[in-house]
């Protein structure tokens, strides 16, 4: 699957891209569990194109309701989101207990979040959000990737293949 929206608030510009994963580099086994089932796993890409300002709460439910009729109109659809790294989150609230918090564990944390609410206040079941930490040590010092696979319950042992499979391929 391939869908985009863009979000145009004041200053601030964002784009949302749902794009199809390349299966074609997981092993077999998943491979034809995926095809057989017709299964769409499609990578979650937000990005900030301009601005500088918060992102606030009527974006945060922009996108997660862009996403959330994505994927309620696609009942084979699995979306895949890492969390990013390296872009720092501008106007990041520099008191609070947040602080020190690398941003790629702020945005996972704010992802499920953001999840939980969405599930609750919208009364859905059967749907599942597996965030996945994987802490990796280079010459002592630890650092950690952050992923999410949102996924239909009947899904979940596909997750829990990639699930797997991402620990296999990082060594973990």
Same mark, same amino acid.
């Given at each position: ?6 979000? !145009?608030? +004041? =200053? ?26 017709? !299964?769409? !796993? ?7 194109? @301009? &601005? ?31 969390? =990013? =790294? ?6 990041? *609230? +520099? +008191? @609070?207990? *947040?602080? *020190? ?27 599942? *959000? ?9 010459? &002592?010092?630890?650092? @950690? ?7 239909? =319950? ?16 990082? &060594?973990?």
């Amino acid at each position: 699957m391939v869908a985009s929206y863009s979000i !145009i608030q +004041k =200053d601030n510009e964002y784009r949302i891209l749902l794009t199809s994963v390349n299966t074609e580099v997981l092993p077999e086994h998943i491979q034809e569990a995926i095809s057989n089932r017709g !299964i769409d !796993i499609s990578e979650l890409i937000i990005e900030r194109i @301009s &601005g500088e300002s918060t992102t606030t709460q009527d974006v945060l439910h922009d996108i997660t309701n862009w996403v959330a009729e994505l994927f309620a109109s696609n009942p084979n659809l699995i979306i895949y989101y890492s969390c =990013d =790294d390296i872009t720092p989150i501008p106007s990041r *609230n +520099k +008191k @609070s207990g *947040n602080k *020190n918090m690398p941003v790629n564990a702020y945005r996972s944390r704010l992802f499920t979040h953001i999840f939980d609410t969405y599930m609750t206040s919208h009364q859905v079941s059967g749907v599942t *959000n597996t965030p996945i930490q994987l802490d990796n040590y280079e010459d &002592g010092i630890g650092y @950690s990737l952050f992923f999410h696979f949102i996924a239909r =319950d009947i899904h979940s042992d596909i997750v829990e293949m990639l699930k797997e499979d991402i620990r296999e391929v990082s &060594g973990k």
